[in-house]
């Protein structure tokens, strides 16, 4: 077993997908974003208020060496800028969750907890910037990626399905 990494925008749904192949596999799940905001004991939205995405930035480099040299077997579900990190192919197998930008916004918007979804994203404020933004990883994103899945209209169970059989036919 190998390290698998998701990458993705914000609110695709790597969080759901990693929840749910910890469930269906030997793999843990851990979260680049929980750790940072553990590490620093501050919500990632206050990180940003407080210290801006600079010094936010420099918190991922951190995790990112950490889970290079200290982390074997696991799923980790990054933030969507962690994807910038040079050594994520050391790292593990890249798997891109992948979805048009208006499919992403509409699946956070059904959430139940839609407002606060929103909330804690500081670069969803802008939807405009956001889209910029979208605009820019996405190409970047498929670059990188070892496997691509579309999650676009499909359950997080069904993610997590494709993914440990397209990872398996990987390694």
């Not at 939205?45 to 995405?53: L, P, R, T, V």
Request: hydrophobic letters at 40%; proline letters at 3%.
């Amino acid at each position: 077993m190998k390290n698998i990494i998701l990458i993705g925008f914000m609110g695709v749904g790597k969080g759901s997908v990693a929840r749910e192949v910890s469930l269906h596999s030997e793999y843990i799940a851990i979260d680049t974003d929980d750790l940072i905001e553990s590490m620093e004991n501050k919500k990632i939205k206050n990180i940003f208020a407080d210290n801006g995405e600079e010094y936010f930035r420099q918190l991922e480099k951190n995790i990112a060496k950490w889970l290079e040299k200290s982390v074997k077997n696991t799923l980790i579900s990054t933030g969507g800028g962690f994807y910038k990190q040079d050594n994520l192919k050391k790292i593990g197998i890249i798997v891109l969750l992948d979805s048009p930008f208006d499919a992403i916004i509409a699946r956070i918007k059904k959430h139940p907890n839609a407002v606060k979804k929103l909330k804690k994203r500081p670069l969803l404020k802008d939807l405009e910037k956001a889209k910029i933004l979208y605009d820019e990883r996405r190409p970047a994103y498929l670059k990188l990626a070892n496997i691509v899945i579309n999650v676009t209209e499909k359950s997080p169970q069904d993610c997590a399905k494709e993914l440990l059989k397209k990872v398996k036919k990987h390694v």
